[in-house]
């Protein structure tokens, strides 16, 4: 009998790239609303493995998005990257950027900005990415230029259309800092050991991000970047935590605003190994958050061997149990209950990944009130709620530095699975 919560669940099934030969097959992907009601998430895991150029003019969506460029062996993205990426990105036609991609990076394209061609210029080892949209019914806005003139033309759900006849291919654009530089890096130049760590990385008053990061030799200096764009573009951080055996390092995450200006978009790249208790049931306000459970191969995500139970409610005293044995995604609605999630029979690594919709991560868990305030006059209350949020969370050991989650005053889980069989 399936249970309330089975819709806010989809299993991937393997899908094969089409694209052409340079794009990776089967893919796991999140086709939105038509794979999970009330989705407004599309994103996809695609492998490239050759040179090739995506989307060779711009366009735009009406809805945020976040591209995100690995090397496509996890955990260690940084060793695993040997590439070169351009892409072009602007507010207008007219003041396109060139953004030169050498190392693992994220990019925050705000919505109705301008952005592609998208060219893969070196690909000496796979390159992982991700195209997260902030809808459930991806498309976008181009220019075309028809007999009669120039007309803004929506296309949905279409990714690689053709003019059609009468039409001209693209519009006038005009890129800012082209500089006529084809290439700018030769193979095996990027240096894993010099990757930005997330100590350097927490943005501070006076202290602006990494966009681009000194761990690639270059043949050419990169073109400068407006402000604007600049703040779009991360050099991803390196994390090494020591939240114990089961997590493996290193590992990268976007930690939203702690490291990105106005990043809307908060998610992991974990790999897990080992048996665990994650987190204590929560819900998030406001905004709408996916887990994603994959194999830890991106060569081949539907390797998975693990089982996983995790708690769906709408309260904490009206908890649901699901189990996850093969790949995944689950929505949660905004202040919809869930966890813990009980990470069991880990025959293989797993990926998981907490994607949530807002620059800012936080949980509320509920906890009984003090007798002072059940017994308030007004507004007596059973239940206190309580918020933890990157916004608030400070270091245990040193309360002026943000907390980046380092594992040092976690609690150790390592026999988990041996002590429930005593």
């Given at each position: 009998m399936a249970g309330k919560y089975e819709s806010m669940i989809h299993y991937f099934t393997p899908e094969d790239a089409d694209f052409g030969p340079w794009s990776h097959s089967p893919q796991p992907f999140l086709h939105g609303e038509k794979d999970i009601p009330g989705c407004n998430l599309t994103a996809g895991y695609q492998v490239i493995t050759a040179p090739v150029v995506m989307d060779d003019e711009p366009i735009f969506h009406r809805e945020e998005e976040t591209l995100f460029f690995f090397g496509a062996?996890?955990?260690?993205?940084?060793?695993?990257?040997?590439?070169?990426?351009?892409?072009?990105?602007?507010?207008?036609?007219?003041?396109?950027?060139?953004?030169?991609?050498?190392?693992?990076?994220?990019?925050?394209?705000?919505?109705?900005?301008?952005?592609?061609?998208?060219?893969?210029?070196?690909?000496?080892?796979?390159?992982?990415?991700?195209?997260?949209?902030?809808?459930?019914?991806?498309?976008?806005?181009?220019?075309?230029?028809?007999?009669?003139?120039?007309?803004m033309e929506f296309i949905e759900g279409e990714t690689h259309r053709k003019p059609r006849e009468g039409e001209r291919a693209s519009v006038a654009w005009n890129v800012i800092n082209e500089d006529g530089i084809e290439r700018y890096t030769d193979q095996g130049a990027y240096d894993e050991s010099k990757a930005p760590f997330w100590e350097d990385c927490v943005l501070v008053p006076g202290y602006t991000q990494i966009s681009y990061s000194d761990a690639t030799t270059l043949l050419h200096e990169k073109p400068a970047l407006s402000r604007d764009i600049a703040k779009s573009v991360l050099a991803m951080p390196k994390e090494i935590t020591d939240w114990g055996t089961w997590m493996q390092n290193p590992k990268t995450y976007l930690r939203g605003q702690t490291y990105m200006e106005d990043c809307q978009y908060h998610i992991g790249w974990q790999i897990l190994s080992g048996a665990l208790n994650m987190e204590e049931a929560h819900f998030h306000q406001g905004k709408d958050e996916y887990l994603f459970f994959m194999g830890a191969d991106p060569m081949n995500m539907f390797d998975f061997d693990a089982?996983?139970?995790?708690?769906?409610?709408?309260?904490?005293?009206?908890?649901?149990?699901?189990?996850?044995?093969?790949?995944?995604?689950?929505?949660?609605?905004?202040?919809?209950?869930?966890?813990?999630?009980?990470?069991?029979?880990?025959?293989?690594?797993?990926?998981?990944?907490?994607?949530?919709?807002?620059?800012?991560?936080?949980?509320?868990?509920?906890?009984?009130?003090?007798?002072?305030?059940?017994?308030?006059?007004?507004?007596?209350?059973?239940?206190?709620?309580?918020?933890?949020?990157?916004?608030?969370?400070?270091?245990?050991?040193?309360?002026?530095?943000?907390?980046?989650v380092c594992g040092k005053c976690f609690p150790r889980q390592e026999n988990i699975e041996k002590d429930e069989e005593k």
């Open positions: 062996k996890l955990p260690d993205v940084f060793s695993s990257w040997d590439a070169e990426v351009h892409l072009y990105m602007g507010p207008s036609l007219d003041k396109m950027e060139k953004i030169v991609i050498t190392e693992p990076t994220a990019v925050r394209v705000p919505k109705d900005y301008w952005h592609c061609p998208l060219k893969f210029v070196r690909v000496d080892k796979p390159v992982l990415f991700q195209a997260a949209q902030f809808t459930g019914n991806p498309g976008f806005v181009k220019k075309v230029q028809t007999s009669e003139g120039e007309m089982q996983i139970e995790i708690f769906i409610g709408d309260d904490p005293d009206n908890m649901e149990s699901y189990i996850i044995d093969r790949p995944c995604v689950i929505r949660f609605p905004a202040n919809k209950w869930h966890c813990p999630i009980k990470f069991r029979k880990m025959k293989k690594p797993v990926l998981f990944q907490a994607a949530f919709q807002d620059g800012v991560w936080g949980t509320i868990t509920r906890s009984e009130a003090s007798e002072e305030v059940k017994n308030k006059p007004y507004f007596s209350r059973k239940w206190a709620y309580d918020y933890m949020g990157d916004n608030v969370r400070r270091c245990k050991f040193n309360e002026d530095k943000i907390c980046i």
